[in-house]
């Protein structure tokens, strides 16, 4: 008898309302202060846990990428709460400025970020990490150097992107850690397809959530994470220079332990935007069915998708994603 065909989820097109979501709620902190010390802060409230030798997950972006976010924020983060840390990268699948090893570290050279080690983690080859509980990988390729390190700091720009509809936490791991060669391409590759990008959709959000969990399975809780709300393109830092221009307000930032409370809690800020303020980017999400992204992390039991929002601009007073963005200003670029 032939295997059952494997077949994806389904309702990517659409965000759950919060009165449809079950199970328990988590904790995430949310600040408008979209600054160096705004970052600080947020971050002490969801780095009990980060310990020992720490890798900084973040996109550090294309040559001269315009939306990427502010190195003279990573910098004083680094240095003045995460000494010692190493901003952590690996090289691209598509043949770009972050293609080669040697490619990727000029493009860091030309980007300024020179002021604290960066690990490309496939540099020197790659390790398979176990996917407990998923159905298109058993185990997923990663750069082999996030096994040096015992603590992960998810530090990601929140914004669109042009296959995974908006790219969180969850894309900034499960693409971002999988090696360059292997593992993008089981996450976006049919095996002796032509085409480079031929998965998509729901198949693609999932494959990059198991992605992300052997990640985050492999830390236990020595991972936290922390979204920028902050020039929102819908493309990804991944297109540079050619990105399409931020037409979304800045929000603020969000931090939690919890992945998909981190995630679910970015997008329904930005769902609680004007009309005319989310238009783009909602487009976009849904468009590419990049909301399954969150359910199917609700189905890998990696996270809640119910939480407490903490507004830590005003004495952590419980709010609401509308009041979060009540007072938002149109995007001025």
């Known amino acids: 008898m032939a295997a059952a065909k494997i077949l994806p ?20 902190y ?8 705004g970052l600080r802060k947020i971050y002490r409230k969801v780095s009990a846990d980060i310990s020992g030798k720490v890798a900084v997950k973040l996109h550090t972006g294309e040559k001269n990428g315009p939306n990427i976010i ?16 190493s901003i952590v990268e690996t090289n691209t699948y598509y043949d770009g ?37 998923g159905k298109w990988f058993t185990e997923m390729s990663v750069g082999k150097n996030i096994l040096n ?32 060669r292997i593992g993008k391409a089981m996450i976006h590759t049919t095996p002796g397809q032509p085409n480079q990008w031929d998965i998509d959709k729901e198949e693609f959000m999932e494959r990059i959530t198991e992605s992300t969990k052997a990640t985050i399975d492999h830390f236990g809780k020595k991972v936290t994470y922390i979204n920028v709300l902050r ?9 540079g220079t050619a990105a399409a221009p931020v037409v979304t307000p800045n929000i ?18 930005v769902y609680a935007l004007p009309e005319k303020d989310h238009a783009d980017l909602l487009k976009r999400m849904e468009s590419r069915h990049g909301l399954r992204q969150l359910t199917y992390m ?16 005003h004495e952590e007073k419980r709010i609401l994603p509308a009041e979060a963005v009540k007072d938002v200003k149109p995007f001025e670029g």
């Open 9 to 28: 989820g389904t309702g990517g097109d659409r965000n759950v309302p919060y009165e449809n979501r079950t199970g328990n709620e988590s904790i995430v």
């Open 30 to 37: 949310f600040t408008r202060d979209l600054s160096a010390e």
């Open 70 to 85: 502010p190195r003279p924020w990573v910098k004083e983060l680094l240095e003045k709460e995460l000494p010692g840390a």
């Open 97 to 133: 400025d972050r293609y080669t090893t040697e490619q990727h570290r000029e493009t860091l050279e030309v980007n300024g970020w020179t002021f604290a080690p960066v690990d490309i983690m496939d540099e020197e080859g790659t390790a398979m990490l176990p996917v407990e509980g």
């Open 149 to 180: 390190y015992d603590s992960l700091v998810a530090l990601t720009h929140f914004k669109g992107h042009v296959q995974g509809g908006f790219g969180g936490s969850n894309k900034n791991i499960g693409i971002g850690v999988a090696d360059g």
């Open 231 to 239: 020039n929102m393109s819908v493309s990804c830092d991944c297109e």
């Open 252 to 269: 603020g930032i969000v931090a939690s332990t919890d992945i998909l409370a981190a995630d679910q809690a970015s997008v329904d800020l």
């Open 298 to 313: 609700k189905e890998l039991q990696m996270g809640n998708n119910r939480y407490v929002l903490i507004d830590l601009d």
